[in-house]
Structures are given as C-alpha cells and as structure tokens.
C-alpha cells in the first residue's frame, strides 16, 4: 500500500508559494547528473548540505578537512524516497548554477571566490571559502541577502 505524506494532501498543510533558500538550482537542472549515494552509519543530510564520498562507496557527512570527492545533495534523508531506501541523491560532476542558505556566513565571500565544502560550524556540510590545497567544489557568483549564489563549474 503506497502512503502519501499527509502535508501534501488536501488541505495542503505547507506553504508551497514560499521560497526553499537550502538550495535553488538556477541553471543546468536539465543536464546535472544525479548519482544516488547509500548512506554511511548514522549519516543524514538535508537539502543543500554537502556529502563525501566514501572507500566503501557509502557517504558521510564531511569534516571540516575537505575531500576532493564531495557533492552536493539534491534529495536528502528528509525525503521519503531516501528513507525508504537509505540512499541520497546527489549533484555528481554536473556544471550547475545554484543559491544556498548552506555556507559559512562569517566568511567574507566575493565574486569569483574558491569555495570548498566541509563541515560548517553550524553542524550543517556547506561551503566555505577556499584555502591553501584544499580542493575546490565551487566558486561564488554572489552573496546577498543571506544566500549564497555559486557555480559547480571549476575550471
């Protein structure tokens, strides 16, 4: 028997008008290509948050040492489908335009800046500005109003 979440019947209990600030794709919806990951031991990731991968093919939420093979999550463990079936989807090696909330604030963020994804503060994998060799996911087209406007395309 197939369950249908309760928030999304009539009447509809959320506000679908309202904006998702974790993450907006803005550009290359159509073509990124999506991978579903299986989840390590006790990983959860939300919309917009950051996953590494991992030697068993699982993955985890990042330290704050980034990896080099960290993508972004689509779809996370506060979705149905990746509870059903223990995996997330995740944006692999896909040139895209995206708006986050998921970044470390306090980082003085300009056009064009290196970012790296890693484990913020907050308890929440996002970006952060770039630094030394650590590699980069990102780069920023723009910072205002709280969110963060970047590209996966690297050169």
């Not at 960290?70 to 944006?91: E, H, I, N, P, S």
């Not at 770039?130 to 590699?135: C, N």
Request: aromatic share 4%; proline share 6%.
């Amino acid at each position: 028997m197939d369950v249908i979440s309760d928030i999304r019947t009539v009447p509809v209990g959320e506000d679908l008008t309202t904006e998702e600030t974790r993450l907006s794709v803005l550009r290359g919806l159509e073509r990124m290509n999506r991978v579903d990951f299986p989840l390590a031991a006790g990983a959860t990731f939300g919309l917009g948050e950051w996953a590494a991968l991992q030697a068993d093919g699982t993955v985890a939420r990042p330290t704050t040492t980034p990896v080099a093979l960290t993508y972004l999550v689509t779809a996370g463990t506060d979705r149905f489908d990746a509870k059903a079936t223990g995996q997330v989807t995740c944006v692999m090696n896909s040139p895209i335009v995206a708006k986050s909330t998921r970044y470390k604030t306090d980082d003085v963020i300009v056009p064009g800046s290196p970012l790296t994804a890693k484990l913020l503060g907050t308890g929440v994998a996002g970006l952060a500005l770039q630094t030394g060799v650590q590699p980069i996911h990102a780069r920023a087209i723009s910072v205002s109003g709280g969110v963060l406007t970047f590209s996966t395309n690297v050169p």
